[in-house]
């Protein structure tokens, strides 16, 4: 029995465990409530003690709920109307979008880097920085946080992007649930959930499954999903919860095609014709794909009262990785596990203080094999590699409220980071290790209760992954002459000086909040990923000559009366990126990979138990895929047109019906990046982007008591 079947039926198995003690547990009757947080639970925060603590960070964040929302499959449906956090679709299942906030790991797919992402205040990602974006669940957090940039408070969020945190629901949260799914292209998705609350514990478990057969051809994916957690809280306030989270997650790579194929065959792969370029990289041959399993354990603790408070967190989990792309297999067994702890205290009045530790050891055995251009078999193994990476963070805070409506902030971070990789076949080796201080100043100014303006001044610093370190180079027409290497890279640093205001406006029938943040970082050795003139990933470096990330975040929501039963309900989220080269090679050209100008915006009429209306997802600008910036290859403008009609009769019950792209829009969601277009084949010629998902209709029903 294989590793991940093992980990498969102890999963189940520890799920089962908790299910019955759902049925054993004396439970208490609930009246219905909304997802607000206004049950008490361990360790869960509630919207306003979440709303609360984001008011202290003087810096750009978000506050989701999820739970509102109606189609929540794929971490795009949850965090789609948020400023500042940009998510780039690959092929609209339950796949690998890329995800950056201001600019960090925009050019690190397959797997991402650049944002520390989090469950529960506890760490997601390997310890060498990277995740697998597709094993997060939506549908079972209750609360989704962002911490844009520096404002991360995480001891180990140092990185440019920041952190989320994903906050588990829990038994306090719901009793039951239930979520059907259906769609165009073969999209099919169930959930359902158990919970149960006693006097001092409670206990919640889901499963989920989603299919997908795709829009594209060779682009089907699957997911499975098992998490429970179980949580309980002493007389004297010492509070618990454990957490176990196991996924299944495989699908098919489409891979990308030249430009012209965005109009002329926006399903189609390489190989569906027959030019030399299809036969070369015929996608059904080489037949590339992915299949992840991940199992994790986590536990948190935390007592003390409002005058002083700890928290220790550990966790471990094991993720088994086999990703395929057209031309090498690249299998990684990995083992990670952490520890965190954290107190918070006030001296007095005015200061509040902060003290944090982490650390965090993955383990990863990594092989690469060469793939049979005729049938995409294995063939020589040509990598094989022991890799580990340790992460030791200290970090240290507080807070000055040194006048009624002006605050001060301080925070520096501590760390010690090593990046070894070996060899076994060759011995060749390079152990990297780096010590850094991360600090951070800021500064809140609150002249109204409706008003708050902010600034700090920070640095930041991301190590590379192991995804930059060990490449793999295999011509696509002579896989036996294929070799591995072991790249020595540098840290990524910043300099980011950041302002910004959030505020409130209108009366109770009309009301709204808005957020406005400007920022502007100067990196050094950015790390930039090339790819070669098949798409296939090359190699990652530094940018010894410096680049400039600037950009403006905007988010606008609310709500306001049109007659004494009807409302409109409308959001909108604008984010600006302006990222250049400062000197060497590229100097002034912009950084591929990062749409300058990218606008989602809904408005929905609101009447008795009915919502409906239409929603744009609109890049405005387009946007270069090569750092030299040729014209013919850009990622051309374009705008989604949608529609979305939710119907809820009582607090418990929920339709929907979603509409994409009514336009049946072709366009490219997303591309590989490259240092500068090759002339052979020519630009316009090369395979360099993913066609985006046609016209779609997506219902779904939802049950939660």
Do not use: C
Request: charged letters at 20%; aromatic letters at 10%.
């Amino acid at each position: 029995m294989s590793k991940g079947n093992r980990a498969g039926r102890w999963a189940l198995a520890m799920a089962s465990l908790m299910a019955a003690g759902v049925g054993q547990a004396q439970t208490t009757v609930l009246s219905p409530v909304r997802v607000e947080g206004e049950q008490e639970a361990a360790l869960r925060a509630s919207v306003q003690q979440e709303r609360a603590r984001l008011a202290r960070v003087p810096g750009g964040t978000n506050l989701v709920e999820p739970q509102r929302e109606g189609r929540l499959a794929t971490l795009r449906d949850a965090l789609d109307y948020q400023p500042g956090i940009v998510i780039q679709d690959f092929f609209g299942g339950t796949d690998q979008p890329r995800l950056n906030i201001r600019g960090s790991g925009i050019q690190s797919n397959p797997v991402n880097r650049g944002v520390l992402l989090l469950q529960d205040g506890l760490p997601l990602n390997e310890a060498d920085g990277s995740f697998v974006i597709g094993l997060l669940e939506p549908r079972n957090a209750a609360l989704i946080s962002a911490r844009r940039g520096a404002n991360a408070i995480a001891p180990g969020a140092t990185t440019l992007g920041g952190e989320i945190d994903f906050q588990s629901l829990t038994g306090a949260d719901e009793r039951a649930s239930a979520r059907v799914e259906a769609g165009s292209f073969g999209k099919y998705a169930v959930q359902a959930a158990g919970g149960w609350q006693g006097e001092k514990a409670d206990g919640r478990i889901s499963a989920s499954q989603d299919w997908y057969k795709g829009y594209r051809h060779h682009s089907r994916s699957r997911r499975g999903s098992v998490q429970a957690n179980l949580g309980f809280v002493l007389d004297n306030g010492f509070e618990n919860r454990t957490y176990l989270n196991w996924t299944d997650l495989r699908f098919q790579i489409p891979n990308v095609v030249p430009k012209s194929w965005i109009w002329s065959d926006p399903r189609g792969v390489m190989g569906d014709g027959n030019s030399p370029q299809d036969r070369m990289m015929n996608i059904y041959q080489r037949d590339p794909r992915r299949h992840t399993q991940q199992l994790r354990l986590a536990n948190l603790s935390r007592w003390g009262d409002e005058r002083l408070s700890q928290t220790v967190g550990v966790y471990w989990q094991n993720t088994d990785d086999s990703f395929k792309n057209p031309t090498f297999y690249t299998d990684t067994d990995s083992d990670t596990a952490g520890a965190q702890w954290s107190l918070d205290g006030k001296a007095g009045e005015q200061v509040d203080y902060r003290l944090a530790a982490s650390f965090a050891n993955s383990s990863m055995d990594r092989k690469l094999y060469a793939v049979s251009p005729l049938n995409g078999s294995r063939l020589q193994r040509f990598g094989n590699y022991d890799l580990t990476a340790r992460n030791l963070d200290l970090s240290s805070g507080a807070s000055w409220r040194f006048a009624p409506d002006w605050s001060l902030s301080g925070d520096l971070k501590w760390s010690q980071v090593e990046r070894n990789a070996r060899n076994r076949d060759t011995g060749n080796k390079i152990d990297q290790d780096w010590r850094y201080l991360t600090p951070r100043v800021g500064m809140n100014w609150t002249p109204t209760q409706d008003l708050r303006l902010f600034a700090n001044y920070s640095r930041s610093h991301e190590a590379p992954t192991f995804w930059e370190i060990v490449n793999g180079d295999v011509a696509a027409n002579n896989p036996a002459a294929a070799t591995s290497k072991i790249a020595r890279l540098d840290v990524q640093k910043a300099r980011t000086v950041e302002l910004g205001a959030v505020g409130q406006y209108g009366q109770p029938r009309w009301e709204g909040e808005w957020s406005i943040t400007a920022y502007r970082s100067e990196v050094t050795d950015e790390l930039l990923s090339m790819f070669d003139a098949s798409g296939n990933n090359q190699a990652t470096l530094n940018y010894g000559d410096g680049t400039r990330h600037q950009g403006v975040e905007v988010g606008v929501s609310g709500v306001a009366p049109l007659f004494d039963t009807m409302g409109l309900q409308y959001r909108l989220a604008w984010t600006y990126s302006d990222f250049r080269f400062r000197g060497g090679e590229y100097a002034g050209n912009r950084i591929a990979g990062v749409p300058r100008n990218l606008l989602s915006a809904e408005v929905l009429l609101r009447s008795g138990a009915w919502r409906f209306g239409p929603n744009v997802r609109w890049l405005v600008s387009d946007t270069p895929t090569d750092h030299a910036n040729t014209a013919a290859t850009y990622q051309d403008s374009y705008a989604l047109l949608g529609f979305s009609v939710h119907y809820q009769p009582s607090s418990q019950w929920r339709l929907w019906l979603q509409a994409d792209n009514l336009t049946d829009r072709r366009y490219a969601s997303s591309y590989v990046i490259r240092g500068k277009i090759g002339a052979q084949p020519p630009a316009a010629q090369q395979p360099t982007f993913l066609q985006g998902t046609g016209r779609s209709i997506t219902a779904g029903l939802s049950y939660r008591y």
